[in-house]
């Protein structure tokens, strides 16, 4: 990726501003998606180099562990050029774990999680 990686960050649950500003601010093209399923149809059509989504594990969900597979399914699927980063909670660190298992997540950032932090994960993956 010899420019600047567009990407998909996927804005269930958190209230991230200052991210998307650090994001923006370093000129990186972003797209917001609020709901997953808007953000797999992205993922399907658009190809983002780089999506950032929070791990959120809900003990109601019978087929899955939590609100990624799907979209990491799509990823995988996808041409493989896309890489994922995710940010979790420290007490949900044993369910993202299991989705590790299963799903490749290049990076994932314990919370909170700081602007900086997050550019130096994005340029990371470049």
């Known amino acids: 990726m010899s420019q600047q990686p567009n990407i998909l960050l996927i804005n269930e649950f958190g209230i991230y501003p200052e991210l998307i500003a650090a994001l923006r601010e370093a000129g990186y093209p972003i ?8 953000a797999i149809k992205h ?9 950032i989504a ?3 594990h809900e003990g109601a969900f019978r087929d899955r562990v939590s609100n990624l597979e799907s979209m990491l399914a799509q990823v995988e699927g996808g041409a ?3 890489r994922t980063i995710v940010f979790y909670a420290a007490e949900r660190r044993q369910y993202l774990d299991r989705v590790l298992e299963v799903f490749k997540i290049d990076i994932c950032l314990q919370q909170p ?5 997050l ?3 994005v340029k990371s993956q470049q």
């Open 31 to 38: 797209t917001i998606e609020h709901l997953m399923r808007k």
């Open 43 to 51: 993922v399907k059509k658009q190809t983002p180099d780089i999506v």
């Open 54 to 56: 929070e791990f959120a």
């Open 80 to 82: 493989g050029k896309t």
């Open 113 to 117: 999680v700081t602007g900086e932090q």
């Open 119 to 121: 550019i130096e994960a």
